[in-house]
C-alpha cells in the first residue's frame, strides 16, 4: 500500500502554541489523592508529591494544567485549600459525591506545577459562586498589593504573586449535570461581568468562556451563539470538550473519530465568527479544547462505586493500542487547526482518564502516553497545510476513510517533522514526501509505535514501547502505527 504527502513552506496553517499539549487534574478519584499527592507513599518526596509522577509527566512535557476541574470547581470553596493544613475543613464534593480533605489546594498545586515544570490554568466557581470569589481568587494569585486576599497569599508562605494568565470562566455551565448550571442568557452575562472585573485587576489575564459540554447536546449552537453575543468583546477563548465513548462499530471507526473532531472544530470556528460577523468586531475568538480523550473504558465499574469516600478509584480506564491511535489521529486533527485552537488539554493527567496509572509501587504508562509525548516534544514551529493521499475504506458514520492520517510540521529552517498514522491493520504503508517540489532532505530520524492487537493494554508486565526504525530503502509504515519521523534539508 502507498501513500503520499505533499507540503510547501508557502502555505502554513499557522504557528503552533506550545499550549496545544496541556492537560487537567481534577479533584476526582485518584487524581489527586493517591496520584500527584500522596504522602504516606514511599516514592513521594517530603511534601507528599509523588516523585515517578513528577518525572512521568516531565516526560510529556506538559506546558500547562487546568485546575482544579472539572465539574469539582463549580461547588468548590478554593480558600478551604488554603493556609495550615490542620485548620482546613473536610467537606462534601457535590460534583462526585466524594469527600474533599482539603489537604491538597491552590498552593500545593502551584508548588507541584514547579516541579513538574508546567504552569496553571486556573478555573473559576461560576455554578454557586460568581464575581466577587472570582475576584478574590484572581487578587490572591496575582496582586502584589498590601490588600486582604494578597496579603494571605504571603502569610501562607508566598510573598511573590504566582501570575497565572489563563483563567477558565466556569465549566461546562450549559450541562444539566452541572452545580448552577444557567441558561446560556444567565451565564453570557455573568461572564461578561466577571471577564471586565478580572481584567480590571489584571489587565494581562486571559479568559477562556464555556462552549457547549459536548458537541451532542440539544443546544449546541444557540449555546455558543446566545453566551457570545453577551460577553464577545470581553473573552480571549471559547472551550470545547470531547470525549470518544465505546467503540460499538468496531475498530476502524473508532479509530477514525478524529473526523468528528475536526467536524466540531470547523462548527465551532464558524458559530464564532457568524457572532463576529454581526458585531462587525475585527477580533477573531480562538479556540481551548479544553477536555479531550476518549472514555468508555470504566463506565461499568463506576456505576458501583459507593458515595461519600475519598478518592475513590473512578475513571480509572485502562487504554487499548486502538486507542492509542484514535489519541494521535486527534492530535494530528488539532495540529491542522492551529490558526484557531491555541489550547488544548488531555483530560486527564493522573489515574482518571489518564496517560498516567499509579500503583502503591510504581506507575504504568498507557498507550496512549507515546503519542502525546512525542507531540509535545516534536509540535513545535509551524504547521504546514499538507496533502494526504492514501487508499481508502468504508467506516459507519464517516465513508470513505483515509488508510493514512498525516500531518507535516516545519519546526525551524530545513527541518521537519511527520506523525502519520496508518490505520491499516494487516498492511504496512510505503510513504513518499514532497516537501518543496521535491527539496532534498534526509532522514535524521523515524520512531514508530505499532502493535498487531487493537485490543492490547499495557501492563506492570507487558508493554509495548516505542522503536526506532531504520528506513534503509524509502519510509515503511508498518501496519496499524503511529510515526514520528524527522527531516533536514
Not at 515517578?52 to 485549600?81: C, Q, T
Not at 486571559?206 to 453566551?227: A, Q
Not at 465551532?268 to 481551548?288: H, M, R
Not at 480523550?293 to 480509572?316: C, F, G, M, T
Request: glycine share 6%.
Amino acid at each position: 500500500m502507498q501513500g503520499k504527502l505533499y507540503a510547501n513552506d508557502l502555505f502554513p496553517i499557522g504557528t503552533i502554541d506550545h499550549r496545544i499539549s496541556s492537560s487537567l487534574a481534577e479533584h476526582m478519584g485518584r487524581s489527586i489523592y493517591g496520584g500527584i499527592y500522596d504522602p504516606d507513599n514511599p516514592l513521594s518526596d517530603s511534601e507528599g508529591f509523588r516523585k515517578d509522577v513528577i518525572k512521568a509527566v516531565r516526560e510529556l512535557n506538559v506546558p500547562m494544567i487546568r485546575y482544579p476541574g472539572g465539574n469539582f470547581v463549580s461547588s468548590y470553596h478554593w480558600e478551604d485549600g488554603i493556609g495550615p493544613k490542620k485548620q482546613r475543613p473536610q467537606k462534601v464534593d457535590l460534583a462526585w459525591q466524594s469527600i474533599e480533605s482539603n489537604q491538597f489546594g491552590l498552593d500545593e498545586f502551584m508548588k507541584w506545577t514547579e516541579k513538574a515544570h508546567s504552569s496553571a490554568m486556573m478555573a473559576v466557581n461560576l455554578g454557586t459562586r460568581g464575581i466577587e470569589d472570582a475576584c478574590n481568587l484572581l487578587e490572591y494569585c496575582n496582586l502584589d498589593t498590601n490588600t486582604y486576599w494578597a496579603n494571605k497569599r504571603r502569610e501562607n508562605g508566598h510573598a511573590a504573586p504566582y501570575h497565572i494568565k489563563t483563567w477558565c470562566l466556569g465549566n461546562e455551565m450549559d450541562a444539566p449535570w452541572q452545580i448552577g448550571h444557567k441558561t446560556a442568557h444567565e451565564y453570557g452575562e455573568l461572564v461578561n461581568e466577571t471577564a471586565k472585573a478580572m481584567r480590571s485587576l489584571d489587565p494581562q489575564i486571559e479568559t477562556v468562556v464555556c462552549g457547549s459540554s459536548n458537541e451532542h447536546t440539544p443546544i449546541f449552537g444557540k449555546w455558543e451563539t446566545e453566551v457570545l453575543d453577551e460577553c464577545y468583546d470581553n473573552v480571549d477563548y471559547i472551550s470545547m470538550h470531547q470525549y470518544y465513548e465505546l467503540p460499538s462499530k468496531g475498530t476502524m471507526h473508532h479509530i477514525a473519530k478524529s473526523i468528528r473532531m475536526d467536524r466540531f472544530i470547523n462548527s465551532v470556528v464558524a458559530l464564532c465568527d457568524a457572532v463576529k460577523a454581526t458585531k462587525k468586531s475585527s477580533k477573531s475568538l480562538n479556540i481551548s479544547f479544553d477536555e479531550w480523550n476518549v472514555w468508555y473504558h470504566s463506565n461499568e465499574h463506576d456505576k458501583n462505586i459507593k458515595p461519600w469516600q475519598q478518592a475513590p478509584h473512578r475513571l480509572e480506564d485502562v487504554y487499548n493500542f486502538e486507542d492509542a491511535l484514535l489519541i494521535g489521529s486527534s492530535l494530528i486533527t488539532l495540529l491542522k487547526h492551529v490558526d484557531r485552537v491555541k489550547i488544548a488539554c488531555f483530560a486527564q493527567l493522573v489515574n482518571v482518564i489518564a496517560p498516567i496509572l499509579t500503583t502503591e509501587t510504581g506507575l504504568i504508562k498507557q498507550t496512549i502516553f507515546y503519542p502525546l509525548r512525542d507531540v509535545a516534544k516534536y509540535g513545535y514551529g509551524e504547521t504546514l497545510q499538507t496533502s494526504v493521499q492514501s487508499p481508502t475504506y468504508k467506516a459507519p458514520e464517516f465513508g470513505d476513510v483515509n488508510y493514512l492520517d498525516s500531518v507535516i510540521i516545519k519546526n525551524g529552517e530545513g527541518a521537519y517533522t511527520i506523525f502519520a498514522v496508518n490505520r491499516s491493520e494487516t498492511e504496512t504503508m510505503d510513504l513518499n514526501v514532497n516537501i518543496n517540489d521535491n527539496q532534498t532532505l534526509h532522514e535524521t530520524s523515524h520512531q514508530s509505535y505499532s502493535c498487531s492487537n487493537p485490543d492490547f493494554k499495557n501492563t506492570a508486565e507487558q508493554s509495548v514501547t516505542e522503536e526506532i526504525v531504520e528506513d534503509t530503502n524509502g519510509i515503511t509504515l508498518k501496519p496499524f502505527s503511529w510515526n514520528v519521523i524527522t527531516f533536514q534539508a
